[in-house]
């Protein structure tokens, strides 16, 4: 264990925890359907959702290893794009 | 009725059937729902002649207290930690007014590093400050407590704290004997104090002193606090006579080697006195200080094996220093086990650890005991 | 990344999006202050830190001062232009125990930033009431009980409060509306001394919702008025954000298990009317209609 | 003096902190000594939670924690791995459709799987699943009577109206039976 | 040079030769005039790079030098008593968080009732938190101790507060010997903190800790304190070598009977040891406490009377515990005489009169002493 | 005798005017709460007590709450008719070290009359700043030295801070007119509830004027617009001391020699048109003149 | 010496203190000239200023045991009834 | 060692502490060791003040105030009666226009009197007397020399402006001869 003067802490350390156990439901993006708009990222609290370009469309990605599956993503998408679906119990 | 609570309501409960006139205080992990659930007794009218009033911070709350309890009131807190200390310089000052304020403290570490857990630092660090306070082994004690410190702090007027351990007892859901009204009623009587804010006899609280009569102020009140110590084996006896005998300012079992501790840790000391042999000693009263039964209790053993759950930083244990004091020029060793800081567990294979450490010579002056591996790094 | 991911605050929580938001558009040149509460305790385990920038918790009451301290500093030490001092504290750290240290840096008019996350309670401790709590909600410390009907005050008016002080920068925002709370951090800054953002954040676990709804919590607590989402500059009503069309505050209550009793309650039916009042005498003074 | 010792595991909002409280005020009224609490921690709703129950002939002194726990209770599927079975000195019994899969996640051979979930959602229709764990555990170790569990069950929950009290017996004594069975 | 000076400007103007870059204070009597006096000089544009801020209280002064002393500034605070416990929760959190502010306490006594005289109830109430404590015997060691504070606080990166009695040294208009910044300049180097609030490495400050490391965070601070003795050993004797040598973690003279004390009694006190042929013993570091060199130096004395200005109530003088725990197991007889609170004046005559009891086998195990005759009344 | 002679205030204190005009109006049914200060050191020595009410000073901050303390213990003991809860306490601790603790009295509404008797300085520890000194003066902490000519922030503004409190009466008043604050007290106490008002106390210890001008000064800063006397009830507006001819601020400053400087300082003119400034905004807002 | 429980001080025993040793000025009330407008009464900061009634003449009177000799009662009498005087010294 | 203990009475505002300081320069720069200090009071302006002056060839350690004073200054002649003779072991110097009188207030045989409050009425204009007494105290004691005592109240009256200095410089003079002679 490393004992730090003052218990000072080094950045971004939370990257280890890997919250995506937390999820019961997790979202599925429809990529098809996605516009891109960027809702669904600004308003992650988990802060797990990414915007990814590809050629020329530009549409979300989930960061499974986060996501606790709180289910706001899919209720901000104006584009009906995300859905909440079980996670797989393995 | 025994039934099966938690140590909150152990409290709250009490509290309720101590018939208090005005309760305040701040939440604060782990006390909070104490003042939950007197805020629930509250809002269904079970509180009678009483205000729950919701401060916004610990230091109000106390000063609420102070003005309610010179107007005669009954009054109630329960805090810990950050909160115990921030209202600490209220606290002092009506210990020094002689106001009779019950506080119940939820002990936990102190800051920083923040921790919410369990350990004695905050109310051992206000031990000079003319406070009594009472520690509790468990939830039928501190159930049992609450009326006796209401007796002890009116028929003292001092405040008086008690301390239960965070976690360890206030989150504990066990059995209890819980008492009832009549109980209560018959022990403790209505509050009438000898000194209190009235139009009739427009007294002056809290002059100032100068250097003329300063200083025989504050000799009263040591004075005052050592004889509290009759007061208390009183209100302890009465209790015992209608209720069940929890022993005097200190409990205490022969033994060569003696083993000392007060709070929750005692449970788990005693166990381990009765499996390897051993004596205890229990500060029940931490201040006043027990000097004359503790000396006498443990002057003629070979030693003393003290855990303490406070550091004084840069020199020991808080209880250690206090408990040489009390032995000095008399022969035991004395040992000191640091233990259980910001909510280490103490298991019993640590305290035994401890005293074969000492029975085989191993022991020093004084150590953290339970430390892990670590390594010191600037960040 | 300036907030990082594996926080662990509650599903759907409110908090890290309004972080965030504030902290993407400041492009992270911020020295963080953050009081003891939900926030700081979600985000600032030792070893599990989810802060990409400079960060300092020290206790619950004392974030003003603590961000006084960092700006003199910077100040004193040539090194202003490193980045904007800001403040993140829940409501209870603010509106109750720590008042009287905002009250102090917004008079000396430090050079912070305050951005208030009212969730109208200690949460980090359990829901009890906190000044900023709405009349008739049900708390830990005022719960819905035969004699009493849940919180009976009004809430502290935390935007007098901070007008009152004079400060140049005055501003309400709400985690349902990331773009306009981005663009007030972003204006903020242009003044200089303090100022002042009030951002509501319904706590789905405190309030008793389903944590995916949030931002619809928020959305409503708009649409009726009860938070109004208003901009001050010098004083200065600069702006408001309309309410379209006003809802009833019942469709706001209504969706929370703090406020269920109301509906039930022989008090509830006044306390109602009396929360529709506040709402109507907000988009009266503020024009949201 | 022996004490039982048990540790159950789930979620934030799970019910957890219930679970051992509901076991613990069954076996109290069978005669017992119980102590149970929660883990001391600062986890916000949906990180993992721990809760304690100890059980014994006489008074529980002994306040830490179980370190080393006779059973493990697993209310959340999704926990199941090493740290559920972490000094575990007895039986597991888990919440997962699948006996092997559960076994397989944690590595403990001496495992008790139910569908809690399936059975809390079916009579409750809401995924939580301490009630069904409960009457799991009881019908496992026979430390508490069926009719014992399901008075207390129902004392527990009749403040939240009788139709919950009456569904979460019903749950208890589907679980009960479907690990006696 | 050498000139007249009252001992708030002794302080001051060596806080300004540190060339402090945020200073924050509260008003209090008898801290107020150091303030005062920096005030000026800030207004008279005399203090470089550095920001003199009026804060709103104490906690709030305390709390603007947490976050500057974590940006990397080097900070001053000054206060006592009721202000000094006010900012008390923000100063242990100050220690665990290591941010070596230095702090000027003028010792005065504590509320209720109120006394803006001279005792030591305020700091040593504190001697658990973690803060280096070192009291002055008067002002030219105050003056020259301020320099040496901030060396010591920022090698060891632990809040430092030196301790000196209020008015008897604050109002005193005494000559010193007025140190230039050439010397304080070669002696104290700038600030150069390990770890700091920057955008480029973006540490997380104050992290709270849970059980599995919140012990070995405290553990490490006791440590460090442990060694800070040997730090401060050597901060004193550099400050020896190039100016002048007041001895170490304590100053001692040998005899049979040897007087204890600290502050500024301490002129009294070795007047009365010359006097009477005795030994005495001064404190100067408090915390850290210097086990090993008290108890080397008093264990083959007879008689240790100790001089005690802040009590535990319900115990004993506040120095004698810490003192008896150092000797334990040793022989000396140890007497405690509780004089000076609340300004209490303590002539020659009184401690004479002290050390005949103790030499007279008339002492007892403490005492009040100084006290007038009084009468107990309700009111 | 409700406050007796025999005190130790200074020559010529405004503070005894004030204390002992409020509790004549009502007729000393009065519980008294007084932080230390001036007041507190000077009629409450042990064994001097120059009380003849009932009193109670507790600590510097704390008084708001004590107060309230107060009034809930005789609310509970069925003592609420055996008289009002009067807090008397100096600026430094209403809105400095204790404004948090008026912040949460107020909020709370509780039943208590809270006067500031505002000397505009720490005066019990020898005329230090406080956040109601006045812009320019130079005090202990805030001397005019070479480089700053005194105080360089403007003051906390009380009124609008009790207001933002929903406060139900807030008012100023003068000892320079003790029927004023006479009627106000009483006006005060009719009202259920916390009641706030904020009286003017030239101190001629810490201002440095002849003791004999104590009233005269106060009579200027109201004249000068620098201390507008106003009422408000239920954050309305009610009434105004109206100004015959309003003087230069010039006129208030150069009898005090906490000012003498800016007559002298190349900044003095700069302030002291400042001054005049807020001067005409106060007469503006209350409609003085 | 009488120590009381708490400090808490009976009520009034300032009267014990003469402040009038302080003064070097004393006001000289000219009962001709006094209206019997209180103002002095009311402004006096000692409340050393009696009001008396005697037949159909109300008048101030100073109680000189206590005046410490401001000034204030001079300066506010509308009168111009009273005047400051040194006080004599024996 | 030998001290020179001094006690000085005057009133809050009227320089009290300042005579003491004064005389505390002037004494050091004659050579000796000082330690001058007001009494720890509270009280207020207008109240009695007191404060006190040790001189000595070598350091004072003895911080405590003083209760045997060598002698006694009393600046104010209001202030003449027993408190200021109490515990004084030699020479009241009292400002009062009246020896006798002076001397019937306090029942102390060994007073000087000078009526310091008309030579500062005359020279300063203002009835500040503490310069006055410092002025008698040394002409009565020669502790230190009017040169000296000069020199030192022009620098501390320099911060003020030239004339205020010049003219304290003359009372000092005027008492230190009226005094001596
Ligand atoms: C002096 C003190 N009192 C109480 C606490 C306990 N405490 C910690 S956070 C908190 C509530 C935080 O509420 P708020 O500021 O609204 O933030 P939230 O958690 O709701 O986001 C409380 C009461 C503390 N840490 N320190
Ligand atoms: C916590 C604390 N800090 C500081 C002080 C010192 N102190 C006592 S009174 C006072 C100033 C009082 O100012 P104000 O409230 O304006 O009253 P005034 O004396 O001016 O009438 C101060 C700083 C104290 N007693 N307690
Ligand atoms: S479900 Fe919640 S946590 Fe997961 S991506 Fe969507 S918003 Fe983020
Ligand atoms: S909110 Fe919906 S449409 Fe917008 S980016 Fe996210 S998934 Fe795509
Ligand atoms: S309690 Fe509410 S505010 Fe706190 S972490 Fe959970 S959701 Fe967020
Ligand atoms: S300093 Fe001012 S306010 Fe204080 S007692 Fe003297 S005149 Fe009154
Ligand atoms: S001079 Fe002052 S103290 Fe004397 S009577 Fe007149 S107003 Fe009162
Ligand atoms: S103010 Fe003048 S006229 Fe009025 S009562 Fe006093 S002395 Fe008489
Ligand atoms: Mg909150
Ligand atoms: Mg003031």
Same mark, same amino acid.
């Given at each position: 264990m490393r004992i730090s003067l003052g218990a000072v802490s080094r950045p971004l350390e939370s990257l280890n925890d890997?919250?995506?156990?937390?999820?019961?439901?997790?979202?599925?993006?429809?990529?098809?359907?996605?516009?891109?708009?960027?809702?669904?990222?600004?308003?992650?609290?988990?802060?797990?959702?990414?915007?990814?370009?590809?050629?020329?469309?530009?549409?979300?990605?989930?960061?499974?290893?986060?996501?606790?599956?709180?289910?706001?993503?899919?209720?901000?998408?104006p584009a009906n794009a995300i859905e909440m679906v079980e996670k797989v119990i393995e | 009725m025994r039934k099966v609570v938690r140590g909150f309501y152990a409290v709250a409960y009490s509290v309720k059937l101590c018939k208090p006139n005005v309760i305040c205080a701040y939440p604060i992990t782990p006390q909070t729902e104490i003042s939950e659930n007197l805020a629930e007794m509250y809002a269904n009218g079970e509180l009678e002649n009483c205000k729950y009033i919701t401060a916004e911070s610990e230091f109000e709350a106390a000063s609420i207290l102070v003005?309610?309890?010179?107007?005669?009131?009954?009054?109630?807190?329960? #805090?810990?930690?950050?909160?115990?200390?921030?209202?600490?310089?209220?606290?002092?000052?009506?210990?020094?007014?002689?106001?009779?304020?019950?506080?119940?403290?939820?002990?936990?570490?102190?800051?920083?590093?923040?921790?919410?857990?369990?350990d004695l630092q905050d109310s051992m660090l206000l031990r000079d400050s003319g406070i009594i306070q009472i520690y509790v082994e468990d939830n039928q004690e501190v159930h049992e407590m609450i009326p006796q410190a209401y007796k002890i702090a009116e028929s003292t007027m001092f405040p008086t704290m008690i301390c239960m351990d965070g976690f360890k007892l206030t989150h504990a859901y066990e059995p209890i004997d819980l008492l009832d009204q009549e109980t209560v009623d018959g022990f403790l009587p209505p509050y009438e104090p000898p000194i209190k804010l009235s139009i009739d006899e427009p007294l002056t609280f809290g002059a100032y002193a100068p250097p003329h009569c300063y200083m025989e102020f504050r000799y009263k009140m040591h004075k005052?606090?050592?004889?509290?110590?009759?007061?208390?084996?009183?209100?302890?006896?009465?209790?015992?006579?209608?209720?069940?005998?929890?022993?005097?300012?200190?409990?205490?079992?022969?033994?060569? #080697?003696v083993l000392v501790s007060l709070g929750s840790l005692v449970g788990t000391m005693k166990e381990v006195a009765k499996e390897m042999g051993l004596g205890y000693l229990k500060v029940r009263t931490y201040r006043p200080f027990p000097y004359d039964e503790i000396r006498e209790a443990l002057k003629d053993c070979d030693n003393v094996v003290v855990f303490d759950r406070a550091v004084s930083f840069g020199y020991e244990g808080v209880l250690t220093i206090d408990i040489r004091n009390a032995l000095y020029g008399e022969s035991p060793n004395v040992y000191s086990f640091i233990v259980g800081l910001g909510g280490r567990d103490v298991p019993k294979e640590v305290m035994e650890d401890c005293v074969s450490k000492v029975l085989s010579g191993r022991a020093e002056r004084y150590r953290f005991e339970g430390l892990k591996d670590f390594e010191e790094v600037t960040y | 990344m300036f907030f990082g991911k594996g926080h662990s605050a509650c599903y759907g929580c409110p908090l890290p999006i309004a972080v965030r938001n504030v902290l993407?558009?400041?492009?992270?040149?911020?020295? /963080?202050?953050?009081? =003891?509460?939900?926030?700081?305790?979600?985000?600032?385990?030792?070893?599990?830190?989810?802060?990409?920038?400079?960060?300092?918790?020290?206790?619950?009451?004392?974030?003003?001062?603590?961000?006084?301290?960092?700006?003199?500093?910077?100040? /004193?030490?040539?090194?202003?232009? +490193?980045?904007?001092?800001?403040?993140?504290?829940?409501?209870?750290?603010?509106?109750?125990?720590?008042?009287?240290?905002?009250s102090s840096m917004l008079h000396r008019n430090d050079n912070v930033l305050y951005i208030c996350l009212d969730n109208e309670a200690y949460q980090n401790t359990g829901?009890?009431?906190?000044?900023?709590?709405?009349?008739?909600?049900?708390? =830990?410390? =005022?719960?819905?009980?035969?004699?009493?009907?849940?919180?009976?005050?009004?809430?502290?008016?935390?935007?007098a409060f901070a007008l009152a002080?004079?400060?140049?920068?005055?501003?309400?925002?709400?985690?349902?509306?990331?773009?306009?709370?981005?663009?007030?951090?972003?204006?903020?800054? +242009?003044?200089?001394?303090?100022?002042?953002?009030?951002?509501?954040?319904?706590?789905?676990?405190?309030?008793?919702?389903?944590p995916s709804k949030t931002v +619809?919590?928020?959305?409503?607590?708009?649409?009726?008025?009860?938070?109004?989402? /208003?901009?001050? +500059?010098?004083?200065?009503?600069?702006?408001?954000?309309?309410?379209?069309?006003r809802k009833p505050v019942e469709e706001y209550l209504k969706v929370q298990g703090r406020f269920r009793h109301l509906f039930k309650h022989p008090e509830g039916g006044r306390i109602i009317s009396e929360l529709q009042r506040i709402a109507n005498e907000n988009a009266m003074r503020f024009g949201l209609d | 003096m022996v004490i039982i010792k048990v540790r159950f595991h789930g979620r934030g909002g799970q019910g957890v902190v219930t679970a051992a409280d509901i076991l613990a005020v069954a076996a109290f009224k069978e005669g017992y000594w119980t102590l149970s609490f929660p883990m001391f921690g600062a986890e916000k709703r949906g990180g993992p939670v721990v809760s304690y129950l100890k059980i014994s002939e006489e008074k529980v002194y002994d306040r830490d924690e179980i370190h080393d726990p006779d059973y493990s209770v697993v209310l959340d599927p999704m926990l199941l791995g090493r740290d559920v079975v972490l000094g575990l000195k007895?039986?597991?019994?888990?919440?997962?459709?699948?006996?092997?899969?559960? *076994?397989?996640?944690?590595?403990?051979?001496?495992? @008790?799987?139910?569908?809690?979930? *399936?059975?809390?959602?079916?009579?409750? *229709?809401?995924?939580?699943?301490?009630?069904?764990? @409960?009457?799991?555990?009881?019908?496992?170790?026979?430390? @508490?009577?069926?009719?014992?569990?399901k008075e207390t069950v129902y004392e527990w929950f009749e403040k939240k109206g009788e139709e919950v009290a009456k569904r979460n017996v019903e749950v208890v004594e589907k679980a009960y039976k479907e690990v006696e069975g």
């Open positions: 890997k919250t995506g156990t937390w999820a019961v439901m997790v979202p599925r993006i429809d990529r098809e359907r996605c516009i891109g708009c960027g809702e669904c990222y600004m308003f992650c609290p988990d802060c797990c959702i990414e915007m990814v370009q590809e050629d020329r469309k530009r549409y979300a990605v989930v960061d499974y290893d986060y996501c606790k599956g709180c289910g706001i993503c899919s209720e901000v998408c | 003005g309610a309890s010179a107007t005669g009131a009954r009054t109630f807190t329960a #805090t810990c930690s950050q909160g115990l200390i921030l209202m600490s310089e209220v606290l002092i000052n009506a210990a020094g007014m002689r106001l009779p304020i019950v506080i119940v403290n939820t002990n936990r570490a102190l800051s920083a590093p923040l921790s919410i857990w369990n005052d606090m050592l004889n509290a110590k009759n007061k208390i084996e009183d209100v302890f006896k009465e209790w015992g006579e209608i209720r069940r005998d929890w022993g005097g300012l200190i409990e205490f079992k022969e033994g060569k #080697t | 993407e558009a400041l492009d992270g040149r911020c020295f /963080v202050v953050n009081p =003891t509460g939900c926030l700081e305790v979600t985000s600032s385990q030792y070893g599990r830190s989810a802060w990409g920038v400079p960060y300092i918790h020290s206790t619950f009451e004392n974030a003003p001062s603590v961000a006084s301290g960092i700006s003199y500093a910077l100040e /004193v030490l040539g090194r202003e232009n +490193e980045g904007y001092v800001v403040v993140f504290a829940g409501d209870g750290a603010t509106a109750d125990i720590g008042v009287g240290y905002l829901n009890q009431q906190s000044s900023q709590t709405f009349l008739g909600a049900s708390t =830990t410390t =005022t719960p819905a009980g035969r004699v009493i009907p849940g919180k009976t005050l009004r809430r502290k008016d935390m935007i002080h004079g400060t140049p920068y005055v501003a309400t925002s709400s985690i349902a509306f990331p773009r306009d709370l981005r663009r007030k951090a972003k204006r903020a800054v +242009e003044f200089v001394g303090s100022k002042y953002i009030h951002v509501h954040c319904p706590c789905p676990t405190g309030w008793h919702f389903d +619809e919590v928020a959305r409503l607590a708009y649409e009726t008025a009860l938070f109004p989402i /208003v901009e001050f +500059e010098y004083g200065r009503l600069v702006r408001v954000k309309k309410i379209k069309r | 007895g039986w597991l019994i888990a919440n997962h459709p699948s006996l092997e899969k559960a *076994k397989e996640r944690t590595g403990w051979r001496d495992t @008790v799987a139910i569908d809690a979930t *399936k059975i809390a959602l079916e009579i409750l *229709k809401r995924p939580i699943t301490n009630t069904a764990m @409960v009457g799991a555990f009881a019908g496992f170790t026979k430390i @508490v009577k069926l009719n014992t569990l």
